[in-house]
C-alpha cells in the first residue's frame, strides 16, 4: 500500500511537474523526453486521465494544429475544439482509458489553420503499476496528401480503365469498317441495279420484290453490328445474368475482330460449338472477355510478323463446365512474366499499345460468372481458356 | 446474245446475286458461287470467259482461284473485287488482274466489265 501511495504521489507530482513546464525546473529526464518529443516529425500529446486535460503537447502539434503548448497546457478538448469535435474526441478517449488499451482512428479530420487535415491517430492508455489509467497518449499521423494521393491513384485508375475500354472499341473499329462495308456494297448494288431497270423501264415485280428484300434484309444486318458495337461499349456490369447458348457469346465478338485477323493475313479458325452448349451470363461483359483474348492473340501473333499465323477459338465440355480455348501461334509468353500477367497494368506490350489491365478486367468478370481464366504455354504461343460452369435448366435437374 | 460468261465468286452470296442479275440484264451470261471451294473445283468445268472473284473468303482465298484460272487459261480477264486496300494493290500485281474497291458503284463494274469483255 505504502509503495503505492509512493508511486502515485511520484507520478502526481510529475504530471504536475509537466503540468508546470514552463516553470524550466525540468529534470534531466523530462528534459531528455521533452527534446526527443519535440523533434518527432507526427503530434504527440498527453492528457491525464482524469479531466481529459493536455498535459504534453509537441512541436509537431503546435505546427499542426496552429495552437502553442501555452495555450494547450491545462486545458481540454471543449477549450479548444467545437462542441461536436470535443464530444468526438472526449467519447474515444474515455472508450480508450476505459478499455485500458490502444485504440487506432485510421482517419479522422479535423479542423486546422491549414484547412481540414485528416489525421490517423493511435490512443495509448498509460497506466499505474496496477493498471489504474493515469494518462491518454496519443501519436497523430497526418495522413491528408495520403489520402489526396489515394483518391488520385483512383480517378487515374477510372480513367485508363475509361481508356483501356476506348483503346478496345479503337481496335474493333477498324474491323468493324469492313464488316459494314460489305452490306453497304449490297444495297449501293441492289439500288443501282433498281435505278437501272428503271431507267431502261424494265422493272418488273420480281426484281422489284427480290432487290427489295435483299436491302431489307442487309439494312438489318448493318443495325444489329451497330448494336453490338454500342453493346460492347458499355459497361454491361448490371445486366442481368442469363442463360446463353455460348455459341452467341462466340459470335457476338466476331464482328470486330475477324476482318482484323484478315487484313492481318491471320488465319482465324472458329470451331462453333453446340447450340445445346448454355451457360449463365451477362453476355456483353463475357463476349468482352473473349475479345480481348483474341484481341491479345492478335497482338501476340502480329509481333513475330510471321506468315503462317494462326489463332483458334474452340469450346470443349467437360462434366460440370465448358471451356472456351483461344490458342496463338504469337510471341508466347515467358516464365518470368506468367506470374504477373493477370496483374492490373501490368503489360508486355510496347509503350501506348497495351494498357495493361484488358487480363486483370477480363479475369474479374469471369471470377463474376463463377468460373476462372486460366493459360499454358504451348510449343509455340500460347492458350488462354476461359472456364464457366454449365447451366443446367431447373427441368433438366430434375 | 454474246453467250459470253462470267463466273462471280464472292461469299456474300447476296451480292453475287445482285452481280449476276444485272450482268445478265446487259447480256452476259453468268454463274455465281457463294462456297470458294466449289468455286475451285468448278472452274475448269465453268470455264469462264471473265472471272469476278473476291479475295477474302472462308476456304479458299482469291488468289487460289486467280492461280487456278491462269493455269487453266492465261489470257481469261479476271476482276477482283475487294474491301480491302492493300488487297487490292497486291492483286492488281498479277498478270490478267483488274480490281475494284468495295463498295463500288455499279456502273464503274459496268464499265470495268465492258472493257475487259466486250459484247458483241
Known amino acids: 500500500m505504502k509503495r503505492k501511495k509512493k508511486a502515485i504521489t511520484l507520478l502526481k507530482t510529475l504530471g504536475q511537474r509537466l503540468l508546470n513546464r514552463k ?21 504527440v500529446f498527453v492528457k491525464e486521465a482524469r479531466d481529459l486535460r493536455f498535459v504534453r503537447f509537441n512541436k509537431a502539434g503546435e505546427k499542426l494544429l496552429g495552437i502553442t503548448n501555452e495555450e494547450i497546457i491545462g486545458k481540454n478538448d471543449y477549450d479548444l475544439f467545437p462542441k461536436e469535435q470535443a464530444d468526438a474526441f472526449t467519447a474515444k478517449d474515455r472508450e480508450v482509458l476505459n478499455r485500458r488499451e490502444t485504440v487506432v482512428i485510421q482517419e479522422e479530420p ?36 495520403d489520402r489526396k494521393n489515394r483518391e488520385l491513384i483512383e480517378l487515374q485508375k477510372e480513367k485508363l480503365i475509361q481508356s483501356a475500354r476506348l483503346t478496345a472499341v479503337g481496335e474493333m473499329a477498324s474491323g468493324i469498317a469492313h464488316e459494314i462495308n ?19 423501264r424494265r422493272l418488273d415485280d420480281a426484281a422489284l420484290d427480290r432487290n427489295l428484300g435483299i436491302i431489307q434484309k442487309t439494312v438489318t444486318r448493318i443495325a444489329r453490328i451497330i448494336t453490338g458495337l454500342r453493346d460492347f461499349s458499355r459497361d454491361g456490369e448490371d445486366d442481368p445474368f442469363e442463360p446463353v447458348a455460348i455459341s452467341d457469346v462466340l459470335e457476338a ?53 510471321r506468315l503462317d499465323g494462326f489463332v483458334k477459338l474452340k469450346v470443349v465440355e467437360s462434366a460440370t463446365s465448358y471451356q472456351i480455348l483461344v ?47 486460366q493459360f499454358r504455354r504451348r510449343k509455340e504461343g500460347t492458350e488462354f481458356s476461359v472456364t464457366l460452369p454449365k447451366f443446367i435448366a431447373n427441368e433438366v435437374a430434375l | ?51 469476278i472473284t473476291d479475295v477474302q473468303m472462308p476456304y479458299v482465298s482469291g488468289y487460289a482461284l486467280i492461280e487456278k484460272m491462269q493455269q487453266i487459261s492465261p489470257e481469261t480477264p479476271i476482276l477482283v473485287i475487294t474491301g480491302f486496300a492493300h488487297e487490292n494493290k497486291t492483286a492488281a500485281a498479277l498478270p490478267q488482274v483488274t480490281t475494284l474497291q468495295k463498295p463500288f458503284n455499279l456502273s464503274e463494274l459496268v464499265e470495268r466489265v465492258q472493257s475487259l469483255l466486250p459484247i458483241s
Not at chain 1, 481540414?116 to 497526418?142: C, E, V
Not at chain 2, 460468261?5 to 450482268?23: F, N, R, T
Not at chain 2, 454463274?31 to 475451285?40: F, I, K, M, P
Open chain 1, 327 to 373: 490458342e496463338d501461334n504469337g510471341v508466347g509468353l515467358v516464365p518470368e512474366t506468367e506470374t504477373s500477367i493477370m496483374l492490373p497494368f501490368f503489360t508486355t506490350k510496347p509503350v501506348g499499345k497495351g494498357t495493361g489491365l484488358g487480363l486483370s478486367i477480363s479475369a474479374g468478370i469471369v471470377k463474376d460468372h463463377g468460373g476462372e481464366i
Open chain 2, 1 to 51: 446474245m454474246s453467250g459470253k460468261k462470267i463466273y462471280i465468286v464472292d461469299d456474300e452470296g447476296d451480292l453475287a446475286e445482285l452481280l449476276q442479275m444485272h450482268l445478265e440484264d446487259m447480256g452476259y451470261h453468268c454463274q455465281r458461287e457463294v462456297d470458294s471451294r466449289t468455286a475451285l473445283e468448278q472452274l475448269d468445268t465453268v470455264r469462264p470467259d471473265l472471272l
Open chain 1, 110 to 145: 479535423i479542423q486546422t489553420p491549414h484547412g481540414l487535415r485528416y489525421l490517423h491517430t493511435q490512443k495509448i492508455t498509460i497506466t499505474d503499476r496496477q493498471q489504474q489509467p493515469l494518462y491518454l497518449l496519443g501519436i497523430s499521423i497526418d495522413v491528408t496528401e
Open chain 1, 253 to 305: 465478338t466476331l464482328p470486330y475482330c475477324r476482318e482484323r485477323f484478315a487484313m492481318h493475313g491471320i488465319d482465324f479458325q472458329m470451331e462453333a460449338p453446340s447450340e445445346d452448349w448454355r451457360i449463365e451470363c451477362q453476355v456483353v461483359r463475357l463476349s468482352q472477355v473473349i475479345l480481348n483474348l483474341l484481341n491479345n492473340a492478335f497482338d501476340a501473333v502480329s509481333e513475330t510478323g
Open chain 1, 182 to 200: 460489305n452490306p453497304l456494297a449490297i444495297i449501293a448494288t441492289a439500288c443501282q441495279h433498281l435505278v437501272t431497270r428503271q431507267a431502261e
Open chain 1, 23 to 43: 516553470d524550466s525546473t525540468l529534470s534531466e529526464s523530462d528534459f531528455f523526453l521533452e527534446t526527443i518529443l519535440d523533434h518527432l516529425p507526427h503530434m
